[in-house]
């Protein structure tokens, strides 16, 4: 994906050259490029930081942007009370709980005359809605799995067999797994074929002893793994798509796999919260990103694909046929969706520290 | 006489009155809060919910590991920061230029003025592949790893907390009557056995202090670990973070926290008892 192509300054020697242009439009960043001080790209965010700029200008709201490691360190700043967000970012298998203890709103979606759901695949969507009611639209889908430095780690992979196996061997101290029991658990559970989401003692049990016997080897247990694969200092990590789309974009020796005994899929939702201290505003600005033509840039800038069959039609070609962001369909079809019951479920929690204190 | 003092007493009051609501507000109330979850129960979908029970305290040795990492984390940290801290203090109190002290003292505290985790985050670059190790594969050595390692966590813990070491050990060596120096030279002393017998004896409290000010804020340390040593190794602190924002087992993380402070209350206190053991009638006044 080129973000910025073909520029060229040629000055003639003892020649003076203006660059006019209003203020923002770039000339220090064209310059900056010039120089070889910054370097063309989408950028690493999870946000297309100038579709806010946008919004501000268009509607005078600013919007302020919180990060958070987990969906469950995001429910947990809801359940302490006043988070003070008008719009939040949960992943599907979080939106039940939300709705259960009632922290989201059902969506107006009159205010949404830019979500079409005719356009939306319900394969990734229909977690957004409970009991034919719209609770959360969607923002983007994609998978877990992992990212390999194929030169460091030279044989091909395909499972998470291997995964965890490369991480006791060639992959020692080498190799990350996420600060995160949904999918580190889960990518355990796969190790064996279990499903992603179990809760059944025994099968918990056996991904508890790989992970404790993996432990020793890790270079570390993080969900911010980017730092670590880019310096070359981790050669393996589980990984997200627009994470992996990201690293293999700047990085091309950096490889997405999924594992082909199946794992995550995922969508991320937009919702709004009950307690939410300018609805209009994050009505607003909710509508404002289900516009195909704003989603576009935000796809373009995080690397995570769309649902919105609108939004599809506007990405390059080079970006539907990317198959870290489309996975061939036989790639996808043992992929599964986080359960909700995994969120609440104090049993994996205490697994995940067990794991982490060992 | 009676009015005078009760204008006395009045105007104490007043004056202590910013410093005991800063107290009450912050400390004493959380406290109390904190205290009430410990003994109630986790809601079924996390959080807490109101129940009298001490299964959260029965429950502790789920956390042992990460008690004992931190028991263990907290006095080798701090014995680190001193080995490294007391040299540094020493030059400054009795060997730097009257005219370089002041310039040298704001160098130690400078740092300070810069988020520990901005400063982190910079040692995470350094010992990351593209910092130091990059510059080895220059001169030819190959795949060092420095970062994630148990070196990287305690070149981080000296470097963060050095200054609070550093600087009561300072001001106790500074203290020092220096005729009390001459006169350990006059009776035959060697300047070995001035150091042991005066020098070191007479700044222990500044020591201790320094000691015991790293070492509680070590036991709630877990930054450093997760940035440099890779969140491999769990401390209470990350105990903590994980049983409020992950599993949201808020009872159990009361619980936790609530041993965790009794457990500096006796550091400090064993502390004080050492420290005005050895060196006299002095104490240490940290709290």
Redesign the interface.
């Not at chain 2, 079924?44 to 959080?47: F, I, R, T």
């Not at chain 2, 994980?242 to 087992?249: A, K």
């Given at each position: 994906m080129t973000a910025v192509s073909g520029i060229d300054l040629s000055v003639p020697p003892s020649a003076f050259v203006a660059l006019l242009g209003p203020s923002g439009c770039g000339k220090t960043t064209c310059l900056r490029m010039i120089g070889g001080f910054e370097q063309p790209s989408e950028g690493p965010n999870y946000h297309d930081p100038q579709t806010f700029e946008n919004f501000k200008k268009d509607t005078g709201v600013a919007v302020e942007v919180n990060v958070f490691g987990s969906n469950e360190e995001m429910l947990a700043k809801l359940q302490a009370g006043a988070s003070g967000w008008s719009l939040f970012v949960p992943t599907n298998y979080t939106i039940s709980t939300y709705k259960k203890l009632g922290i989201i709103e059902p969506l107006d979606m009159a205010k949404l005359p830019n979500f079409d759901g005719t356009q939306e695949d319900p394969r990734f969507t229909s977690e957004g809605t409970i009991d034919k009611v719209i609770y959360a639209v969607p923002k983007n889908w994609g998978t877990t799995g992992f990212a390999v430095n194929t030169k460091k780690l030279t044989k091909p992979m395909t499972s998470w067999k291997e995964f965890w196996d490369t991480a006791m061997a060639e992959g020692d101290s080498r190799t990350m797994v996420h600060d995160y029991q949904l999918t580190t658990i889960g990518n355990a559970l796969k190790y064996y074929g279990y499903s992603f989401n179990s809760l059944k003692q025994d099968e918990l049990a056996k991904a508890e002893e790989l992970l404790l016997k993996v432990k020793p080897h890790l270079f570390a247990v993080s969900s911010d793994y980017q730092p670590g694969m880019r310096a070359g200092d981790a050669w393996m990590t589980m990984c997200w798509t627009n994470d992996g789309a990201q690293l293999h974009r700047d990085i091309p020796e950096i490889a997405y796999v999924l594992g082909k005994e199946g794992g995550e899929i995922w969508t991320d939702f937009y919702a709004i919260p009950k307690d939410a201290p300018n609805k209009p505003a994050g009505y607003a600005l909710l509508n404002y990103l289900m516009n195909p033509q704003v989603a576009v840039k935000e796809h373009l800038a995080n690397g995570a694909p769309s649902t919105d069959a609108r939004v599809n039609k506007l990405l390059p070609k080079e970006v539907l046929d990317n198959p870290i962001l489309y996975p061939a369909a036989d790639l996808l079809t043992p992929l599964e969706f986080g359960a909700a019951a995994t969120l609440t479920d104090p049993g994996r929690a205490e697994l995940m520290a067990r794991f982490k204190s060992a | 006489m009676y009015g005078n003092r009760f204008r006395h007493n009045f105007l104490t009051a007043l004056l202590l009155a910013p410093a005991t609501a800063w107290l009450v507000v912050f400390l004493v109330l959380p406290f109390i809060a904190i205290a009430v979850f410990s003994v109630g129960e986790?809601a079924?979908?996390?959080?807490y919910q109101a129940a009298f029970t001490f299964a959260q305290y029965a429950n502790l040795p789920?956390?042992a590991?990460?008690f004992w990492?931190t028991m263990v984390l907290a006095p080798v940290g701090a014995l680190a920061c001193l080995l490294v801290a007391y040299p540094v203090a020493y030059y400054l109190a009795l060997q730097a230029p009257q005219r370089w002290r002041l310039i040298l003292l704001a160098l130690v505290v400078i740092p300070f003025w810069t988020s520990l985790l901005m400063r982190t985050y910079a040692w995470?670059y350094i010992l990351?592949?593209?910092g130091i190790?990059a510059l080895l594969a220059f001169v030819g050595i190959e795949d060092v790893?420095l970062?994630?390692t148990p070196g990287a966590v305690l070149l981080g813990i000296v470097y963060g907390y050095l200054p609070l070491m550093i600087l009561p050990i300072y001001v106790s060596l500074e203290r020092l009557d220096r005729r009390l120096l001459e006169a350990s030279a006059d009776l035959g002393a060697t300047p070995l056995s001035t150091f042991l017998g005066v020098t070191l004896k007479l700044s222990l409290p500044g020591v201790m202090t320094g000691f015991s000010l790293v070492m509680i804020l070590l036991l709630g340390e877990y930054l450093i670990p997760?940035l440099l040593g890779?969140?491999?190794v769990?401390f209470i602190g990350?105990?903590l973070v994980?049983?409020?924002?992950?599993?949201?087992?808020w009872p159990f993380g009361s619980a936790i926290a609530i041993t965790l402070v009794l457990v500096s209350v006796v550091v400090l206190i064993v502390a004080n008892r050492i420290s005005t053991r050895v060196s006299g009638a002095r104490r240490v006044d940290l709290i």
């Open positions: - | 986790r079924p979908e996390g959080g789920a956390r590991t990460a990492n995470m990351g592949g593209r190790p790893r970062i994630n997760t890779g969140g491999k769990f990350n105990a994980d049983l409020f924002l992950q599993s949201r087992n």
